[in-house]
């Protein structure tokens, strides 16, 4: 069995339609771990690990945000939501640091998911071009237009 316990919540959510790399987010650690936060100001970027406590379905296999166009994949081919374990994952700018609380963009996480980890991003996180499916790029492009 697997027990985790949040060490806070997004107290500030990207709301619906809103442009996650402009908005800003606001974590807020809890009491107890908020001591951690000490010298993270020092990174630009942080991995933020949440869970996404309001996906109520699995799907192993989909079309990316249901569109007609675009191909089945199985879930972990994805990003997207109903996954076995709903579990996020964002790379987002550290914009502050003001304990108890951390300020960034391109958090895509809702307002009031808990909060499982955050770690900070380094050069040693850098992947250079990496390989994608054709269907993902035609994705992004559309989200462009």
């Known amino acids: 069995m697997i027990s985790l316990r949040p060490i806070g919540y997004v107290e500030a959510g990207l709301p619906p ?6 908005f800003t987010s606001i974590v807020r650690v809890l009491d107890e771990y908020s001591e951690g936060l000490m010298g993270l ?16 379905e699995v799907r192993l296999r989909l079309r990316p945000r249901n569109r007609p166009d ?5 879930i972990f081919a994805t990003r997207f939501p109903p996954r076995p374990n709903p579990i996020g994952l964002t790379v987002a ?7 108890p609380r951390i300020f960034v963009k391109n958090l895509d996480a809702w307002t009031g998911s808990p909060v499982l980890d955050i770690k900070p991003y380094d050069h040693l996180d850098v992947v250079e071009r990496p390989r994608v499916p ?12």
């Open 134 to 145: 054709e269907w993902l790029v035609k994705f992004l492009k559309s989200r462009e237009a």
């Open 17 to 22: 339609g809103a442009n996650r790399k402009t």
């Open 93 to 99: 700018e550290l914009i502050a640091v003001k304990p």
């Open 70 to 74: 675009m191909p089945e994949v199985g």
């Open 41 to 56: 100001e020092e990174y630009s970027h942080v991995f933020v690990i949440w869970y996404m406590d309001r996906v109520n």
